[in-house]
């Protein structure tokens, strides 16, 4: 599941039926198990990720220093050793392969934050049932 899935099914799942209060109260629940899924299994996506993040930033340290495997060199030539911090760090930022992981590691972030905006939309979506039915009661006099 990515974020436009999260973001499609949300703009559905957040409508409330003003002519059905009584089911979209009893639907709260649903929905809050629904999403903290969705928001446990992409945490456990970004712990994973983070974790071949760290793999491939000590690959590329070693690479880049001149600690890796013969066969390394064999594949992909690196002429250098970097022995300046401010010089590998520039490397590592400018590597490919630390900025993919890197880069899902912050979607996954984004993915996260949304989730738990709808979680917190879900958890005061009783209060704004509780409105909508205060309101109808105070347009027909009661």
């Known amino acids: 599941m ?5 973001q499609k099914m949300w703009t559905r799942d957040s409508e409330i039926d003003r002519d059905d209060l009584a089911n979209e109260s009893l639907k ?3 929905l809050h198990a629904k999403y903290y899924e969705v928001y446990n299994t992409t945490l456990l996506l970004r712990e ?5 993040y760290d ?4 690959d590329r340290y070693n690479y880049y220093t001149g600690k890796a495997d013969p066969e390394v060199y064999e594949k992909e030539p690196f002429p250098y050793k970097v022995r300046e911090k401010e010089a590998l760090n ?3 930022s400018a ?3 630390v900025s993919k992981t890197d880069l899902k590691i912050r979607y996954y972030d984004t993915m996260l934050k949304y989730l738990e905006e709808i979680i917190k939309s879900i958890s005061n979506r009783n209060y704004a049932i509780k409105n909508a039915i205060d309101w109808m009661k105070f347009q027909a006099g009661m």
Do not use: G, H, P
Not at 55 to 58: E, I, K, P, S, T
């Open 2 to 6: 990515n974020l436009d899935d999260i």
């Open 28 to 30: 709260t629940s649903q």
């Open 48 to 52: 994973k990720a983070k974790e071949t």
């Open 55 to 58: 793999r491939v930033y000590l």
């Open 90 to 92: 520039r490397y590592m």
């Open 95 to 97: 590597d490919e392969r």
